[in-house]
């Protein structure tokens, strides 16, 4: 599942935030911060805990006001060992 969230979603702790939940869910993947001030994440697991990933996205944590997530079904690919949070360069 990729998705990318818009809104007031950085600088509020939403990609520790995805992070934490993601691990909880026992889900695989990354989530970065975008340029354009949006969060950007990849989560690999078993659909329901993936349905239940997006809809905490379309929430998010205290202080993020989310207005809109695009979700995309992707194929499972395994590549992932974990959930981690990307620093740095956009891809």
């Not at 600088?11 to 995805?18: C, H, K, L, N, Y």
């Not at 805990?49 to 695009?70: H, I, M, Q």
């Amino acid at each position: 599942m990729h998705v990318r969230i818009e809104g007031y979603v950085q600088g509020v702790f939403f990609r520790a935030s995805t992070r934490d939940i993601a691990e909880r869910l026992k889900l695989t993947g990354w989530v970065r911060n975008l340029p354009d001030g949006s969060v950007e994440a990849v989560f690999e697991g078993p659909v329901d805990l993936l349905k239940e990933a997006v809809t905490w996205c379309r929430k998010g944590p205290p202080g993020a006001s989310v207005t809109n997530v695009d979700e995309k079904w992707l194929d499972y690919s395994g590549e992932f060992k974990g959930f981690e949070i990307r620093y740095g360069r956009y891809y």
